[in-house]
């Protein structure tokens, strides 16, 4: 069955630093990939959309890479805020699969 | 950007009764609806994805005749928890979008307590 990891549940770094987040997938061929951020309570906010065919996409600090050979795609946060401090989710094809998620923690 | 409203956003009832929840695209039209289950600190479970005019389609394990989802227009779809009991509880959350390769744009959620 499709299985999807996100690296390691909380991740904590100092305000602007690079936040650099994993999503490995397996038993999945996705045609593109997508990233999501979601605030205590809330539903999850649309981040960035990468196609099979994207090497990487990005949009203002945010950075989403897509390897189709090692299955994995990376999501960075550049010059990190403590407004940054969510937790991320990457989501798979059309079904919109989504992984644990990954929560950050960005410290002044 | 694109608005997706769900209704309630809290609900308490009774164990036995049924609850209906609400998801509305304001502003566009979606061909594809996504109904999740959140537990606390854990992911989106996905239940079942509609498509306008369509049965649901339910991912398994999810019973399809507690867990009713109508998808009436391209505005509107809702999801009916019957006869509720308390390990149902939990946060649900629809989504929509407008076609594939697009992004979903996700409702507040709605928090289910089950007395």
């Known amino acids: 069955s499709q299985k999807i990891e996100q690296n390691s549940e909380a991740l904590n770094i100092q305000e602007g630093k690079t936040a650099t987040l994993t999503c490995n997938y397996t038993n999945y061929s996705p045609a593109y990939l997508q990233w999501y951020r979601q605030d205590p309570g809330r539903g999850p906010v649309f981040l960035l959309l990468?196609?099979?065919?994207?090497k990487e996409k990005r949009k203002e600090r945010l950075k989403v890479t897509f390897d189709t050979t090692l299955k994995q795609s990376l999501f960075h946060i550049t010059a990190s805020q403590p407004a940054d401090s969510a937790t991320y989710l990457c989501a798979l094809g059309g079904k919109l699969i989504f992984g644990q998620g990954t929560e950050l923690s960005v410290k002044p | 950007g694109a608005v997706v409203s769900q209704h309630p956003s809290w609900v308490i009832c009774k164990s036995g009764t049924s609850v209906k929840i609400e998801c509305r695209s304001l502003d566009f039209q979606a061909t594809t609806m996504f109904w999740y289950r959140q537990f606390p600190k854990q992911s989106l479970m996905l239940m079942a994805t509609?498509?306008?005019?369509?049965?649901?389609?339910?991912e398994q394990g999810v019973e399809k005749d507690k867990f009713l989802i109508n998808h009436a227009s391209l505005t509107l779809s809702t999801l009916t928890v019957t006869s509720a009991h308390p390990e149902d509880s939990s946060f649900y959350i629809c989504?929509?979008?407008?076609?594939?390769?697009?992004?979903?744009?996700f409702g507040q959620g709605t928090r289910l307590t089950v007395v």
């Open positions: 989504s929509a979008r407008t076609g594939e390769y697009t992004e979903a744009f």
């Open positions: 990468i196609r099979e065919n994207e």
């Open positions: 509609s498509n306008e005019g369509s049965k649901a389609t339910y």
